[in-house]
């Protein structure tokens, strides 16, 4: 499958703290490395299950996804995540318009494959479709709250006018002194510099897990003494969640915003070349 260049839109910034587009991002990751062990080694893909799309919550701010096949992966007050099973190419790109129509389209990013977005309230969006599988991962966030600032300190009384005293003589001034010189600094800053560093250091992972998955799929004969590794890298993952989940959006330029896509692209990238999506 040919991989079309994301587009994406300019607008407001981003909102909140870690649960943002990229925990998106590696929310429908998950369901796709979780999922991973049981399609490949020449296994048949398990029956669809049976759809019970939730009737409050999350879920009403977003398009009926016209199918009874699917799974409910999570249902909470901040977080959806769905998979929904038997969907074309025509319904992926028809559920993409009718998400749109309800209000996702602040700092859109569409790709053939994938859509996302946010609400001008802040609820971010991810699409994630495979057609290999007919598969199409939805993963919905809740913006996180802003912590009010803290209360003004009332002023304080004025003080008493004490009675002046005579004035002192002058002291000569002294020479003023030559300005430091400011010290050059690099374009991208600290902070842009580790979460890049960061975001490589996913990007390896996620490329191991897919050379694993590769040896796991020309190896069958050896999956008992894969299952230790497999566990160990499932593990490994959990924390990489938990560290992107831990990244501050709100503290990243759009240079950073677009770095990570285009780690995110690669990753899905490898994952549809080897099956995975």
């Known amino acids: 499958m040919k991989w079309e260049p994301a587009k994406s839109s300019s607008g407001p910034g981003k909102k909140g703290k870690g649960r943002g587009l990229l925990i998106a991002i590696v929310v429908i990751v998950a369901i796709v490395v979780v ?13 669809p299950k049976q759809l019970n799309w939730p009737t409050e919550g999350l879920a009403t701010m977003l398009p009926d996804p016209k199918t009874d096949k699917g799974e409910v992966i999570i249902d909470s007050a901040d977080s959806l995540s769905v998979h929904l099973d038997g969907y074309s190419v025509d319904d992926f790109n028809d559920y993409v318009s009718a998400c749109k129509e309800k209000g996702f389209t602040v700092d859109y990013t569409s790709s053939s494959t994938s859509y996302s977005a946010s609400t001008e309230e ?34 304080e009384a004025p003080a008493e006018t004490p009675e002046p005293e005579a004035t002192p003589e002058p002291e000569p001034t002294p020479e003023p002194e030559a300005p430091a010189e400011p010290e050059p600094t690099s374009g991208a800053t600290s902070g842009s ?85």
Request: aromatic share 10%.
């Open 35 to 47: 999922g991973g062990i049981s399609r490949c080694g020449g296994g048949e893909k398990d029956e």
């Open 122 to 155: 802040g609820y971010s969006l991810m699409l994630f479709y495979s057609e290999n599988n007919e598969e199409l991962s939805v993963s919905l966030n809740a913006p996180v709250e802003e912590e009010p600032a803290a209360d003004e300190a009332e002023p």
């Open 193 to 277: 510099a580790d979460f890049r560093a960061m975001v490589d250091e996913y990007e390896a992972f996620m490329n191991k897990y897919c050379d694993f998955m590769e040896t796991y799929n020309s190896d069958s004969g050896n999956v008992v003494s894969m299952a230790i590794d497999y566990a160990s890298m499932m593990a490994q993952y959990g924390e990489w969640a938990e560290k992107i989940d831990a990244v501050d959006e709100s503290t990243l330029s759009a240079e950073d915003d677009l770095y990570f896509l285009d780690a995110q692209t690669r990753i899905n990238q490898r994952l549809l070349s080897i099956g995975l999506g």
